[in-house]
């Protein structure tokens, strides 16, 4: 069965210091999205991209943050000055429809900064 | 602004009980609705979701959920939980346009004792 695979698995970070998170999506699918899940709180979105450009973000995701699909299969996101704050479990999703299709989810990256 | 709320943090239950998860949300447009669960070490997968039509939906392993768009509710329901249910629940919703995101509750915890 097809599916989302995310790397790394586990990152640990100094403060201030740039990261990416890479994700493969499913091969066929159109949509791509970051979630992200601080420990103890909800699944939050921060951005979905389609047709190679950002398409809907929300007011999580500012400057320091970017996302690529820098070739045909990766989609990154980049933390650019992590703060003590983006320690959290990072999503990625995709699907085939965006808003009326099912979301398929990588197994997550955990970031911590220190 | 959309929001989704869980109102059960934690649920705890014996094997055979049957199980009910409140969901409800704010929008007052026409909404796409989905109940999301994560295993332990896993990934985010569906479980069910709502579009048009019948409002009890059936999803996978058994569970259920009624839309009553009266109360703005998405409950999630199995009559007789397993130990393997042992998950975090996630209820979502999106409105229904392409290419909006997915709003997630903060989760339910179920803890099945066998």
């Known amino acids: 069965e097809p599916e989302v695979t995310q790397t790394p698995s586990h990152q640990v970070t100094q403060m201030g210091q740039e990261v990416i998170l890479r994700c493969v999506p499913i091969s066929n699918h159109l949509y791509f999205y970051w979630y992200r899940q601080i420990l103890g709180q909800k699944v939050e979105f921060l951005v979905s991209f389609y047709n190679n450009e950002i398409s809907e973000k929300s007011e999580i995701f500012d400057d320091q943050f970017s996302v690529e699909r820098p070739d045909g299969s990766n989609f990154t996101l980049k933390i650019r000055s992590t703060k003590l704050e983006d320690s959290a479990m990072y999503f990625c999703a995709s699907s085939l429809a965006g808003g009326t299709g099912e979301l398929f989810f990588g197994e997550g990256s955990r970031l911590t900064v220190l | 602004a959309q929001s989704v709320s869980q109102h059960n943090h934690h649920v705890i239950l014996s094997e055979a009980a049957s199980l009910e998860l409140g969901c409800n949300y704010s929008?007052?447009?026409?909404?796409?609705l989905f109940w999301y669960v994560q295993y332990p070490g896993q990934h985010l997968q569906l479980l069910l979701k709502?579009?048009?039509?019948?409002?009890l939906v059936k999803g996978i392993k058994g569970f259920e959920a009624e839309f009553i768009k009266s109360k703005f509710s998405f409950n999630l329901r199995k009559p007789s939980v397993q130990w393997s249910d042992t998950a975090e629940y996630f209820c979502?919703?999106?409105?229904?346009?392409?290419?909006?995101?997915?709003?997630f509750g903060k989760g339910t915890t179920l803890s099945v004792s066998s």
């Open positions: 929008y007052g447009g026409t909404v796409n």
């Open positions: 979502a919703v999106t409105p229904q346009q392409a290419g909006t995101a997915l709003i």
């Open positions: 709502y579009f048009s039509g019948d409002p």
